[in-house]
């Protein structure tokens, strides 16, 4: 088992800089998204519509197999709901995200 985690840990250590080159491009898009002046409750909108929108990338990921053209019919709620699995990364956000 020691063998195995030593192997994840370097193939997560040699992916280092693509991992930073997609959280720069990541971020980058956000800042774009919300570079325009609005008031409080229109940053509080965007940022919901961005939450989403990574929301559904990221279940048309987990769950290749599953036809999300559906997602159009489920509530945000839903969507937090079905991305909530503890064996998941995207599980230590949600919290977050219901708030």
Known sequence: MEQKKDRYF??????????EHELDEFNAKINELL????DTM??????????EHYIDEYLETAY????????????????????????????IFINGIKE
């Open 10 to 19: 370097e193939y997560m250590n040699s992916q280092t800089e693509r991992y």
């Open 35 to 38: 570079k325009d002046p609005v």
């Open 42 to 51: 229109g940053i509080i909108l965007k940022c919901n519509l961005i939450i």
């Open 64 to 91: 290749p197999t599953i036809d999300f053209k559906l997602k159009d019919r489920l509530t945000y709620n839903q969507k937090i709901e079905i991305s909530n699995n503890s064996r998941m990364a995207v599980s």
